[in-house]
Every structure is written in structure tokens, then in C-alpha cells.
């Protein structure tokens, strides 16, 4: 069975830093895409970056200059480091990747991650 372990969220002050880990896990032979969603309560699941497997990146607006996504294949890792923290950057952070398959031959079409807790408060 996969897994996506995540790591990294706790409670920083506005303006710090915070780096998520993601480690995919369970016979894997490939992933294609792996980012990070968010969702704050009350509202709606959303992108936050992506790390596709040719190599390319995304960002939503909100994440631009201040959220690196970087990528580990060897490890199956993904990494969310986010600078410049705002209180409006709180809610639970969600692993996702996409077109995941196992050497015994299974496959996800979506994966996710349980969730980890950022909040940003002073």
C-alpha cells in the first residue's frame, strides 16, 4: 500500500518560515506529478505548487516569491519551503501526487496525504 508521510507544519509567527517534507512510500516505480493543496476552514481545497515530472513547477498567485517547491526522485520526497508566512497562509496542507504506480503493478490516478497543520499567528 502507498503512503504519503508528511512532516514539517506547526505554529510560526507572521513573517517566519516553515519547510513541509513529503515522502512517498510503498514499492513505488514512479510518480509523475507531486505538489501541495491547502485548505483553510471554510473554504475550499486549493493549489499551492506542484513539481510535475518533466520538471516544470506551478504556483498559485498567492505562493509566488515566497513558496519553493523543490523535488527529491530518488527519495520519492517533495518539499514545500515557505518564506514570508501570513496569517492568511493557515490551514492544512495536503501532499497530492498524480499517476502514482507500484512495482506490483497498481496504480492511483490521485494520491493524498492526511494533512499537516500550518498556522501562522503571533
Known amino acids: 500500500q502507498v503512503q504519503l508521510v508528511e512532516s514539517g507544519g506547526g505554529l510560526v509567527q507572521p513573517g517566519g518560515s516553515l519547510r513541509l517534507s513529503c515522502a512517498a512510500s510503498?514499492?513505488?516505480?514512479?510518480?509523475?506529478?507531486m505538489g501541495w493543496y491547502r485548505q483553510a476552514p471554510g473554504k475550499q481545497r486549493e493549489l499551492v505548487a506542484v513539481?510535475?515530472?518533466?520538471?516544470?513547477?506551478n504556483y498559485a498567485d498567492s505562493a509566488k516569491g515566497r513558496f519553493t517547491i523543490s523535488r527529491d526522485n530518488a527519495k520519492n520526497t517533495v518539499y514545500l519551503q515557505m518564506n514570508s508566512l501570513k496569517p492568511e497562509d493557515t490551514a492544512v496542507y495536503y501532499c497530492?501526487?498524480?499517476?502514482?504506480?507500484?512495482?506490483?503493478?497498481?496504480?492511483?490516478?490521485?494520491?493524498w496525504g492526511q494533512g499537516t497543520q500550518v498556522t501562522v499567528s503571533s
Open positions: 510503498g514499492s513505488i516505480s514512479s510518480v509523475a506529478a
Open positions: 513539481f510535475n515530472s518533466g520538471g516544470t513547477t
Open positions: 497530492y501526487t498524480e499517476n502514482i504506480r507500484t512495482y506490483s503493478g497498481r496504480y492511483w490516478y490521485n494520491y
